[in-house]
């Protein structure tokens, strides 16, 4: 086995193009160089857009879904409890390089003063979003929130839209770097082999309307239900009435790839801005644990579609 080499840049050549959710369970956490180490990879935060399907699933497209983790590094999903990663446009800019020392409250290593409704010492767009950090927002309340799903399989080989199901949303992130998710107290337990999970996050405009999905290892601890979760359904934009969203398990969305696509938008939302699919309740995703999406009899009675809109790129 050849040795592991380790990829290291000073600080000011980190590249901080978009973002990723880091721990060590996560796929390309060492970057996508076989033998090498990079403290400063990025390989996980390039956004996907107008892609095949084998190429935007669990980001293929510059293989960092061959790199799995390290064996036995699980991303740990606590039944009833809440699990943390780092959001950050790269590795360097979390305490997993480095010992920490260029990380910060924020997901580019710098510092900054943050409310709600700004963030001082960043770069705004004339459109008034900010694009350095490259968070793809106005501000915090308009952050478009970022989820987790959950296959029930060990290999990634084996995970699909139909198996893969959303169980946590964190809505008005990506913000910070450190965040926070809540975990369904009735999660069965994975198999010995542990589960496959993913970050998503499709931003709400602020630039190219794209998607954003990384794998991960993962393993439900402190489980005492035997429920297994349902079949997901693709959600559907439901803003302005609530009883027209897609109840039960959700699948993750698909949107403006070339192939594969479950949601599909036009016009603008009740804000007037045009509508882009986001993990909060335009979509039917309420903040926190989704606790709907066990195989009952309530959950299986989810609705569904009532019409196919047009594809809006």
């Known amino acids: 086995m050849l040795p592991l080499l380790l990829s290291i840049l000073t600080p000011a050549a980190f590249a901080n193009a978009h973002l990723a959710a880091w721990d060590p369970s996560m796929y390309c956490f060492n970057g996508t160089t076989p033998g090498q180490v990079n403290y400063n990879t990025n390989d996980a935060v390039n956004p996907l857009w107008n892609l095949a399907q084998s190429d935007y699933w669990f980001h293929h497209v510059n293989n960092c879904d061959q790199f799995p983790p390290a064996p036995g590094d699980f991303l740990e999903l606590p039944a ?5 990663v780092q959001i950050a446009g790269n590795r360097g800019d979390t305490t997993f390089s480095f010992n920490g020392e ?13 409310s709600t ?3 001082t010492q960043a770069t705004y767009s004339s459109a008034g979003c900010i694009v350095d950090p490259n968070i793809h927002t106005q501000n915090e309340t308009m952050a478009s929130g970022t989820a987790f799903a959950i296959s029930y399989n060990s290999e990634l080989s084996q995970v699909t839209l139909d198996n893969l199901v959303v169980f946590t949303v964190r809505q008005n992130t990506p913000w910070q770097r450190v965040t926070s998710y809540d975990v369904p107290s009735a999660m069965p337990a994975c198999p010995s082999g542990g589960c496959i999970c993913a970050w998503v996050w499709i931003p709400n405009g602020c630039g190219e309307p794209n998607i954003y999905m990384e794998g991960f290892k993962c393993m439900v601890t402190n489980a005492t239900s035997t429920t297994p979760v349902g079949t997901p359904q693709a959600p559907v934009w439901c803003e302005s009435d609530q009883s027209q969203c897609v109840q039960g398990p959700k699948q993750i969305m698909i949107w403006n790839q070339l192939e594969g696509n479950n949601i599909e938008v036009s016009g603008n939302d009740l804000s007037g801005m045009p509508k882009s699919p986001a993990y909060n309740s335009k979509c039917g995703f309420q903040d926190g644990a989704q606790n709907d999406i066990f195989a009952t009899s309530t959950s299986s ?7 196919k809109p047009a594809i809006v790129f």
């Open 80 to 84: 009833g409890g809440s699990f943390t």
């Open 117 to 119: 409704d700004t963030l």
């Open 301 to 307: 009675k989810r609705m569904l579609p009532r019409h």
């Open 102 to 114: 260029y990380a910060t409250e924020w997901t580019d290593g710098q510092n900054h003063t943050g």
